[in-house]
């Protein structure tokens, strides 16, 4: 049986959720509450905190990983019809995450060039990952980790550094409850990739520890997200931070330094290429292990070559321009995350807080040794 | 004819396979028939028969291979003290034993610090293609082995390929036993252990496994034994062909252990718990487990100062970059991402590019396959030519190619500078490594720009992740992270807290300094 070490385990949580929020997060947050996004994104901590302590009570109180913890709370049949709808959660998220990368690579960075093209190259790297594990998965998640979080923070810095007008955050005080409960949505919705946590906790090295793992994955992306927000309204006002689609990138581009360094958005997509190939392949490893889990095979390895065709149709057929993948992000997409991944979490959470502790050994709950 | 081709003639002697599968025997004269008929056609085997004892009535005969033996000592310790001095000694004073005159000359009489008994004619061939002598007595079924090796060798030298301004600067040569002094002289303790083992069905070749007993896991060092020992082939003529069987991985362009002409090198892996392969005929001692971060240290950073030592490596981390990166960077820029470029620079560039028919990449390829021809002429070019030779072809191909427009400089600059870059890597298989890559990195750069790079960066690193050498992760200490042990690879540590050996999965001996649970 593969383990995994509870860094391992931070990188590839926060992998799964970082690098398309990083993106998308600040402008969907800034379009509804304009300068107060960064607060927004702050106060999500909160719902977020909620949602790793229900991740935290089911791993606590449940013998076997996900989806065959499913079974154990709702029955043998809903759990495998639910799991059968997870199959699909899983891959449409994948497809979704690649499509939407592959659009804004195609649409900034080599213009001219099929989208189908960047599909197969990211779904093949994608898909070299896949089978040589997911021990191997978690490796090269903290590579990216050591060397993309600096960078990811310098850029902020060095963006801070460049025109800032620090009135652009004021006033605090024109708060709309209503977009700004909306706005905590949007922040926290992404969070719900932290259910991640439900699998690879059972290949955690050392399982006590994977509280302190998820809070630490949740501050490390909180701060992440809220920075940036703040930046890009420190950077360009709210007003016309609003009509940026997306205003990280933007925030990049306008980076100059020593009047030499410039136009280094695409050093930029080129790093985030590796986050997004990192929460593509989680989110892929998820869905083939759910496969795996529920009907009983041996191995998940095997089904990345069928799963790939999958999701590269979905992705291609998903949307015919960027925009239209938008508003599958920005309309679709949470409504999928609040029912896989806070809503029958939640239900489980409560199946369990009523049932009795099982008191068996969870590090054995593994059907199959996964390698 | 058909009968004649399956028909054995009646007297022919049986065949080689047979003969070398028997005991020896203890009739003398069978010996000799045998041997003949074994070593047939083998001019430079020396048989020689003599008569020694009293009344010369017993019969000896000795066999070597000319050239592998000390004559001097063939003769003075053996013939001479057999065949003269054992005959002049006086009766009274010399007691011929009534019963093992075989036990009574192997103890009392040959003066030779190394002696063995050798029961079969397989044992005796690989005695004496090894150098040694053989000493058969007519009437014992056991023949004398005396320690005779001796044979010309290249002396002790400085290695080419491993040059260091401080710091030791022996080098292995082709001779193991010389090899394993030079590393015993280093390493004077009990626990330093050679463990032999003989490979190669027809080459014999002798193959060491050095370890530091107590410090190197146990584990890592059955799993070498059990790879040499599951070794299988007619003949092993350098560590390269181990190199190939002891990997864990084999399909891949990833060295998978460490390899060193120089001595002092080694000693730091044995005392670092990794283990060392030598072969016989070969001056490179193959090191291992290794991770590929390791690749990028000298043994010369140990030896300077730990501030100048941490800046070299640093240099050359980022050298290792620019020698991977440099083209294909330069190609994804002004192919696909030329806003990234500043206005005067980039006018500056399509300028020296105007009127050069080929595109960026197609240009860069060029300019690097030349290069590549005109590193690899200068290796095979004889060694008083052969830097003249390239230095002058390089010259006069880039400035007669920039002349006639079919390069631009910008292009050159880049290529050269690639070039130096990589010779910065210290160890030879590294820059293997980044001399392929580099021409994926380009093509990919060429279809894909920067998104091209990432994606074979991404596919090396993946592959690189799910390497292994001996079992350790190939990318430790990076992936997975071990943030203590960093501070050993992206800069050198200093003596003075350099307190642990690195991290190794069955480590005996973790701590270095101020222990008091060393072995010694």
């Known amino acids: ?371 | 004819m058909r009968y004649m081709r399956g028909r054995r003639k009646k007297d022919s002697p049986p065949p080689t396979p047979e003969i070398i599968a028997q005991p020896i025997s203890d009739d003398i004269q069978e010996n000799l028939d045998n041997l003949h008929l074994l070593l047939e056609r083998c001019s430079d085997a020396v048989f020689k028969e003599f008569a020694f004892g009293p009344d010369l009535k017993i019969r000896g005969l000795v066999i070597y291979f000319d050239g592998l033996v000390d004559r001097q000592e063939v003769e003075d310790h053996l013939l001479k003290s057999l065949m003269l001095e054992i005959n002049m000694q006086d009766d009274n004073k010399y007691h011929w034993p009534k019963h093992d005159i075989f036990q009574w000359i192997k103890d009392s009489i040959l003066s030779l610090s190394e002696v063995k008994t050798v029961t079969t004619l397989q044992d005796l061939c690989h005695s004496i293609s090894s150098g040694d002598t053989v000493l058969l007595i007519d009437g014992y079924d056991t023949g004398l082995i005396a320690g005779t090796r001796s044979w010309q060798g290249r002396s002790v030298q400085t290695p080419e390929s491993e040059v260091v301004v401080r710091g030791p600067k022996e080098g292995f040569t082709e001779t193991l036993r010389f090899n394993t002094a030079l590393l015993r002289r280093r390493l004077k303790t009990a626990n330093f252990k050679i463990e032999s083992f003989v490979l190669g069905r027809i080459t014999k070749t002798d193959v060491a496994l050095c370890y530091i007993e107590g410090i190197a896991p146990e584990e890592l060092i059955a799993e070498v034994k059990k790879r040499l020992g599951n070794i299988d082939i007619d003949g092993i003529l350098d560590t390269g062909y181990l190199e190939e069987f002891l990997e864990d991985n084999h399909w891949t362009i990833f060295s998978q252990m460490e390899y060193t002409e120089k001595p002092d090198r080694v000693c730091g892996h044995l005392l670092e718990g990794q283990v060392s392969i030598m072969v016989d005929g070969s001056p490179i001692a193959l090191i291992a487990p290794t991770s590929f971060p390791r690749f990028v240290i000298a043994s010369e950073d140990y030896y300077e100062r730990y501030i100048p030592s941490s800046l070299f490596r640093i240099m050359r981390f980022c050298s290792f970059l620019v020698a991977l990166l440099l083209p294909s960077l330069f190609v994804a820029l002004i192919t696909y991402h030329h806003e990234m470029i500043p206005s005067p620079l980039y006018l500056t560039i399509a300028s020296a590019r105007e009127g050069v028919p080929f595109p960026a990449f197609f240009e860069a390829l060029l300019l690097e396959i030349t290069f590549e021809l005109l590193r690899e002429a200068g290796l095979r070019l004889p060694r008083s030519i052969g830097p003249a030779i390239s230095i002058v072809g390089a010259l006069i191909i880039g400035d007669a190619a920039v002349k006639a427009g079919l390069v631009s400089t910008p292009m050159v600059v880049i290529v050269a500078f690639t070039g130096i870059a990589s010779f910065i890597t210290p160890s030879y298989n590294a820059g293997i490594i980044i001399r392929i890559a580099r021409f994926a990195f380009l093509i990919a750069s060429g279809f894909l720009g920067l998104f091209g790079i990432m994606i074979v960066l991404l596919a090396f690193l993946i592959h690189m992740a799910s390497l292994t050498s001996f079992g350790l992760p190939y990318l430790s200490p990076l992936a997975p992270f071990n943030p203590g042990q960093m501070t050993d690879i992206i800069v050198r540590r200093p003596w003075f807290i350099n307190t642990m050996r690195p991290t190794m999965k069955g480590i005996r001996n973790a701590v270095r300094q101020k222990s008091s649970d060393t072995n010694e």
Not at chain 1, 90 to 104: C, I, K
Not at chain 1, 208 to 225: A, D, G, N, R, W
Not at chain 1, 294 to 302: A, E, I, N, Q, V
């Open chain 1, 1 to 371: 049986m593969i383990r995994i070490t509870n860094f391992q385990i931070y990188c590839l949580l926060l992998l799964t959720t970082t690098p398309l929020a990083y993106l998308v997060t600040p402008m969907m947050v800034t379009h509804i509450v304009d300068n107060n996004s960064w607060l927004a994104i702050l106060t999500a901590i909160i719902p977020g905190a909620l949602l790793i302590y229900v991740y935290i009570y089911i791993l606590k109180n449940s013998i076997r990983p996900f989806p065959a913890l499913l079974e154990d709370c709702l029955g043998s049949i809903i759990g495998k019809i639910i799991g059968f709808f997870y199959i699909f959660s899983f891959l449409f998220g994948t497809a979704v995450t690649l499509r939407y990368f592959v659009a804004l690579i195609g649409s900034s960075t080599v213009p001219d060039t099929p989208l189908s093209i960047f599909i197969g190259a990211m779904l093949l790297v994608s898909y070299y990952a896949l089978k040589t594990g997911m021990a191997n998965i978690a490796r090269v998640g903290e590579l990216l980790i050591i060397f993309g979080l600096p960078i990811a923070f310098f850029i902020i810095l060095i963006s801070l550094a460049q025109k800032p007008d620090f009135n652009s955050l004021l006033p605090f005080k024109s708060i709309d409850f209503e977009s700004f409960t909306t706005g905590i949505f949007y922040s926290f919705y992404i969070l719900g990739d932290l259910m991640a946590i439900l699998i690879l906790a059972y290949f955690s090295t050392n399982r006590e520890k994977i509280p302190s793992t998820l809070f630490h994955v949740l501050y490390t992306y909180i701060i992440l997200i809220s920075l940036t927000a703040a930046v890009s309204v420190i950077q360009f006002g709210s007003n016309y931070n609003n009509l940026i689609t997306f205003p990280t990138f933007k925030m990049v581009r306008t980076i100059l330094i020593s009047d030499f360094i410039q136009n280094i958005d695409v050093v930029f997509i080129a790093i985030w290429i590796i986050g997004m190939f990192a929460a593509i392949s989680v989110k892929w490893f998820l869905a083939c292990y759910t496969i795996q889990q529920l009907f009983g095979l041996r191995d998940y390895r095997f089904l990345a070559a069928p799963s790939s065709v999958a999701i590269g149709i979905i992705s291609l057929m998903m949307g015919r321009n960027i925009i239209e993948v938008q508003i599958i992000l920005h309309n679709i997409m949470p409504i999928i995350y609040s029912i896989f991944y806070i809503f029958i979490p939640l239900i489980i959470f409560f199946i369990l807080l009523f049932k009795p502790n099982p008191g068996a050994d969870i590090a054995t709950g593994i059907k199959n040794p996964v390698s």
